[in-house]
């Protein structure tokens, strides 16, 4: 169970998505939901849903996600997690997520004040660069990023990421030519997908026991 829990944390930071066309523009000014299924190898555990809104230069996101992994039809865990995050100008201005993992809960919030952007972990707080990105899938420019904000726990960790080509991906049913990025930090190896016009369109992880975990767009 610890090596499921890993991987779920590894990915359940995804506080962003896609709109409900496969290939919509999420840079608009509208109001905007989106919906990702969640698998555990070939079978669905959950979901994980967002929106997104523009106003006057500020951007409002709203994630929810809810997982359950059954063994034998026996709950076997459970995770939830939420997310409020404010943007402005690709940087993270403030920001508050909470996660009940398997009943350990935690709460991490974040907001821009002066000249740094300041963490509460409940613990020790911390202070990091005025202008910040998280794990902000919806957005590709996150993967010109060194560094990224994992709002689960508030570290602020290194990443590198590589394009590694074009291919033809299924959406929805349907056929999208898509670029796939790999992406690596010090406790995740994920792969992702964006279109033509940047849009994220899938995510996979492998956990360390060879299990899949898989977003679609549904």
């Keep these: 169970m610890n090596r499921f829990y890993s991987t779920v944390v590894a990915v359940g930071l995804f506080t962003y998505a896609m709109l409900a066309s496969p290939v919509a523009d999420a840079r608009s000014e509208d ?57 402005q100008d690709n940087c993270l201005i403030e920001f508050a997520a909470s996660t009940n993992a398997n009943g350990k809960k935690s709460e991490v919030s974040g907001s821009k004040v002066d000249e740094s952007f300041q963490i509460d972990n409940g613990a020790t707080p911390s202070e990091l660069p005025e202008c910040i990105m998280s794990f902000a899938y919806w957005n590709s420019d996150f993967l010109s990023q060194r560094r990224l904000l994992n709002q ?41 997908w964006y279109s033509t016009e940047d849009e994220w369109l899938a995510l996979e992880s492998i956990a360390k026991n060879g299990q899949i975990i898989r977003y679609e767009l549904s």
């Design 31 to 87: 109001a905007s939901r989106f919906d990702f299924n969640v698998f555990l190898n070939d079978k669905k555990i959950g979901t994980h849903s967002f929106e997104l809104q523009s106003e006057n230069g500020i951007r409002e996101v709203k994630s929810v996600a809810n997982f359950k992994y059954t063994v034998f039809f026996i709950p076997a865990y459970r995770y939830e997690h939420s997310n409020n995050e404010r943007w």
């Design 152 to 192: 689960q726990t508030g570290e602020y960790v290194d990443v590198e990421v590589q394009e590694i080509g074009s291919e033809s991906l299924e959406v929805r049913g349907e056929a999208v030519t898509a670029t796939r990025f790999q992406l690596t930090s010090p406790n995740a190896r994920l792969t992702l």
